[in-house]
């Protein structure tokens, strides 16, 4: 039986062609789309890291490009980074900690020397 895979997707939606440069509508009606999903996600300042199953992160992200087409958005353009592993279970927290921890452990090192 195949194992299904695991992903951590990174997603900026760039909406085209709004007549504004603000997007920060646009960015919230995707947010909401992303927490209300039953996925990990987690936003920040340049879009929205999603974790699950590698079909149901795609069909989500699919699903927020329908709603802004639906909206009103003619064109998108979407950045997306994906990052599988198969060895462990990882969330994007988890990453986040491990950076930190050596960080932590690079400054007691500088301090010693």
């Known amino acids: ?3 299904t895979l695991h992903c951590l997707a990174d997603v900026c939606l760039i909406p085209i062609g709004l007549g504004t440069p603000s997007v920060s509508n646009e960015v919230a009606i995707i947010t ?4 209300d999903s039953p996925l990990e996600t987690t936003l920040h300042s340049a879009g929205t890291t999603i974790a699950g199953p590698w079909n ?8 927020m490009h329908e709603v802004l087409h639906e909206g009103g958005v003619a064109r998108i353009q979407s950045d997306i980074r994906v990052g ?3 060895d462990k279970t990882q969330k994007p927290q988890d990453k986040i900690d491990v950076v930190h921890r050596k960080l932590k452990e690079m400054e007691k090192s500088a301090g010693s020397v």
């Open 1 to 3: 039986m195949p194992v």
């Open 32 to 35: 909401k789309i992303a927490q």
């Open 56 to 63: 149901e992160v795609m069909e989500l992200i699919g699903h």
């Open 84 to 86: 599988t592993r198969v």
